[in-house]
């Protein structure tokens, strides 16, 4: 069974606070994601990376940043968190072959205080 | 670059009534399209893909999508909805490429009434 997981449902943090939010995944794929989720406006690009090492910034990088050390792990840091970042966070993953498709984890619905 | 626009933010219909949810995308390259359903409190599950090959695509539930290249639409439909339909429905697209990032679009909510 594919599997995307992140570490945590529930997180609150303060403001100013330096969060990480980790994806693991076990299908040994190239691309990985990070969209945040917010009512009316969809899921937004924060960042993606298409191999280890390597990261392209996404729609609304600003105030976020990312790590790929290893291939299955994606993790995005919130460097100073700020109230404007309280959302739900997904992370995705995504194969390079023909008849791939998404898998996503559960989300982390982050709280900042 | 890449986008997705889903025409309509929510779309009411009575139960066993169908049912179209609009998507248009732009890209400069081939794609591959995907529609992906989120029910309430839960993540997000894909319903369909369309890779390549023939344009009618049919999914899950009873869930079905027309890749029409001219007009750069994925529009999906089912011919009679159940309440248990009741969800967001979200487009997606990416490239052919390699590096390709995965974009969205910003949702439809399907409401079914009885």
């Known amino acids: 069974d594919v599997k995307v997981t992140q570490s945590s449902r529930y997180l609150v943090k303060r403001t100013g606070e330096k969060v990480f939010l980790e994806c693991v995944q076990d299908m040994d794929h190239e691309n990985m994601f990070w969209y945040r989720q917010d009512p009316g406006l969809g899921l937004r690009l924060i960042y993606f990376?298409?191999?280890?090492?390597?990261?392209e910034k996404g729609d609304i990088p600003e105030g976020y940043s990312v790590s790929r050390e290893k291939k299955e792990r994606f993790s995005l840091i919130l460097e100073s968190a700020s109230t404007n970042q309280t959302s739900m966070y997904l992370c995705a993953t995504l194969g390079a072959a023909v008849r791939t498709e998404a898998f996503f984890g559960q989300g982390t619905r982050l709280t900042v205080v | 670059a890449q986008s997705v626009t889903q025409l309509d933010s929510q779309v009411p219909v009575f139960e066993e009534a169908p049912v179209e949810l609009r998507c248009n995308y732009s890209s400069s390259v081939s794609v591959y399209l995907f529609w992906y359903v989120q029910y309430p409190n839960q993540g997000l599950q894909l319903l369909l893909k369309?890779?390549?090959?023939?344009?009618l695509v049919k999914g899950i539930n009873g869930f079905e999508a027309e890749f029409n290249k001219s007009q750069t639409s994925f529009h999906l439909r089912k011919p009679s909805v159940h309440i248990s339909d009741t969800a967001e429905y979200f487009c997606a697209v990416t490239s052919k490429t390699s590096g390709s990032r995965l974009t969205f679009g910003e949702g439809t909510q399907l409401t079914v009434n009885p």
């Open positions: 369309y890779l390549s090959g023939s344009t």
């Open positions: 990376s298409y191999d280890v090492k390597m990261k």
